[in-house]
């Protein structure tokens, strides 16, 4: 049984806009921060964005301004807006617990392309 279900990436121009969402078991979900991780070719993953349990949130300066994480703890739901999209936020994006726990699996992640 899948236990976080990432959606919502696809193809967009530069400057347009995405909202991933991020379906989470409760076991995973309830009293922990989440985070929006990305991986583009080559490169290692990185945490771009973190929400904790009572909404406070970070970001990484890549991405400071233009994207905003949100979670629903009632649908066990985090999301990602993200606005002002670059080429370089091309990455397949995942969520999932910060830290990452051993014991909870990645995803498939959505791929996000950011391409004229």
């Known amino acids: 049984q899948a236990q976080l279900v990432e959606s919502g990436g696809g193809l967009v121009q530069p400057g347009g806009s995405l909202r991933l969402s991020c379906a989470a078991s409760?076991?995973?979900?309830?009293?922990?921060?989440m985070g929006w991780y990305r991986q583009a070719p080559g490169k290692e993953r990185e945490l771009v964005a973190i929400?904790?349990?009572?909404?406070?949130?970070g970001y990484a300066d890549s991405v400071k301004g233009r994207f905003t994480i949100s979670r629903d703890n009632a649908k066990n739901t985090v999301y990602l807006q993200m606005n002002s999209l670059k080429p370089e936020d091309t990455a397949v994006y995942y969520c999932?617990?910060?830290?990452?726990?051993?014991?909870?699996?990645w995803g498939q992640g959505t791929q996000v392309t950011v391409s004229s």
């Open positions: 999932n617990r910060v830290p990452p726990s051993l014991g909870v699996s």
């Open positions: 929400i904790s349990v009572g909404g406070n949130t």
């Open positions: 409760a076991y995973i979900f309830s009293s922990y921060a």
